[in-house]
């Protein structure tokens, strides 16, 4: 195969005119799909069908006797804590099993950051003259709005192999008072895929921070998502803060959104005794509990640890073909040209794929022009701005496979289409 580089000037015009041949076909076919949404697709949701009906009438008194129609419990109840605190890796009494939405808790948390301050916070963040805030990227668009909303202000941290550049971020937190936290998604991570490293986690939470209230925002949406049956293993970063003599630096976060139903999952956060009782305090003034008959639901449906892993490895039965035929069609269509590099997961919901510099943009507008949403460019970084205009997400579990695969075959007839394009001028 000839890449671009070898081409003399007509053998690229030849080239180029045959790319647009082809990309035209595609117009032609008028398509209308969409690669732009990580939601599980309809058979995923079909696999927790058995939530809707699991729980009889006289079913809903939760293992301490409290009835879960009614009000209270804002910790959650104790089964629904026992089971998700194995999943977490911390003990019942560090968790707390809130509404359906993990992104609810990070945002509500911020927010109380800003306006009241942490536990150990001198002054509500809202009252300083300038928050910081850690991003590695790409990373998560959601995490990213919710800092521009509130005003703190984003710095991107580069991926190395195993987790966010350590040296920068350590170098950051010990130098400046104002960096008060790191968004992570460390387990298969959105987009990425990557699972930090042992010696990232440890770093992460023993380097010294000048914020006293500095804080690990440990977003584990994935830890559970594997695609092969040699899960990741990720340390655990409560134990390893509270040996680093940092107990209170982290807040996890996860949800059962794409476990069970993503409108009507269950979120938790897991933390310090510290954390968790000034959480409840907080979370006491906002509601007057979490829908509990919901909690109940989800435990009476997965029994224990061993049911949500047998339901996971029917997840990934579902979607391992999805990825595995994007990840074919990539090979085929782009591999050897060095036009593209891009991610191979073993669990979560995306793939991340690099143009050549300055390619992003382009490519999603001419594959959107010919029918196929794809996420925007930029936005898997701080304030939608990808530095290199290179990244884009990929998210293989909605469509169906026919649908992937005329999506995917346009995607890399674009980013060769585009990447000549750019090699003509
Ligand atoms: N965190 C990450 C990293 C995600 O990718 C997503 C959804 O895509 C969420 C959180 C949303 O979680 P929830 O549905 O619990 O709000």
């Known amino acids: 195969m000839t890449k671009l580089k070898e081409m003399n000037n007509p053998e690229l015009q030849e080239h180029y005119t045959s790319l647009v041949r082809n990309y035209e076909t595609f117009q032609?076919?008028?398509?209308?799909?969409?690669?732009?949404?990580?939601?599980?697709?309809p058979e995923q949701l079909d696999l927790s069908a058995g939530i809707i009906d699991c729980l009889q009438v006289n079913d809903y008194k939760s293992a301490n006797g409290t009835d879960c129609r009614n009000y209270g419990g804002v910790e959650g109840i104790p089964?629904?804590?026992?089971?998700f605190s194995q999943v977490l890796e911390v003990?019942?009494?560090?968790?707390?099993?809130?509404?359906?939405?993990?992104?609810?808790?990070?945002?509500?948390?911020?927010?109380?950051?800003?306006?009241?301050?942490?536990?150990?916070?001198?002054?509500?963040?809202?009252?300083?003259?300038?928050v910081k805030f850690l991003c590695p990227s790409p990373g998560y668009d959601r995490h990213f709005a919710i800092c521009e909303y509130l005003g703190i202000e984003m710095i991107p941290i580069p991926y190395r192999e195993n987790g966010p550049d350590m040296d920068l971020v350590e170098q950051l937190a010990a130098a400046d008072e104002s960096v008060k936290g790191i968004f992570c998604v460390p387990k298969y991570s959105n987009p990425t895929g990557i699972t930090y490293s042992d010696?990232?986690?440890?770093?992460?939470?023993?380097?010294?921070?000048?914020?006293?209230?500095f804080r690990i925002f440990w977003d584990n949406a994935y830890t559970i998502h594997h695609l092969t049956d040699k899960p990741a293993q990720l340390a655990d970063i409560l134990t390893a803060c509270k040996?680093?003599?940092?107990?209170?630096?982290?807040?996890?976060?996860?949800?059962?959104?794409?476990?069970?139903?993503?409108?009507?999952?269950?979120?938790?956060?897991?933390?310090?005794?510290t954390n968790t009782n000034w959480l409840k305090k907080q979370i006491n003034i906002q509601t007057i509990g979490p829908d509990k008959m919901n909690q109940l639901r989800q435990v009476r449906f997965f029994k224990d640890q061993a049911g949500i892993e047998d339901h996971m490895r029917k997840h990934a039965a579902i979607i391992k073909p999805k990825f595995d035929l994007v990840l074919e069609i990539l090979e085929a269509g782009l591999g050897g040209k060095e036009l593209a590099t891009w991610s191979k997961p073993q669990g979560g919901y995306f793939i991340s794929l690099d143009t050549l510099p300055g390619c992003a943009k382009k490519v999603i507008a001419k594959t959107s022009s010919a029918g196929v949403a794809l996420t925007p460019a930029g936005a898997t970084f701080p304030y939608g701005k990808d530095p290199e205009d290179k990244n884009i997400r990929l998210a293989p579990t909605f469509p169906p496979l026919a649908e992937l695969k005329q999506a995917m075959e346009l995607l890399a007839l674009c980013i060769e289409l585009v990447s000549t394009e750019q090699e003509l001028k």
Do not use: Y
């Open 199 to 213: 010696a990232v986690v440890e770093r992460l939470a023993a380097m010294p921070a000048k914020a006293a209230d």
């Open 28 to 41: 032609s076919q008028k398509l209308a799909l969409n690669m732009s949404r990580g939601v599980p697709c």
């Open 91 to 130: 003990s019942p009494n560090e968790i707390i099993i809130g509404g359906n939405s993990s992104l609810t808790l990070m945002h509500d948390l911020m927010a109380r950051a800003v306006l009241r301050g942490l536990p150990d916070s001198a002054t509500p963040w809202g009252k300083l003259p300038q």
């Open 243 to 273: 040996k680093a003599g940092n107990p209170d630096r982290v807040f996890i976060f996860c949800s059962t959104s794409k476990v069970t139903f993503p409108g009507s999952g269950l979120a938790m956060v897991a933390a310090s005794g």
């Open 79 to 83: 089964e629904a804590r026992e089971l």
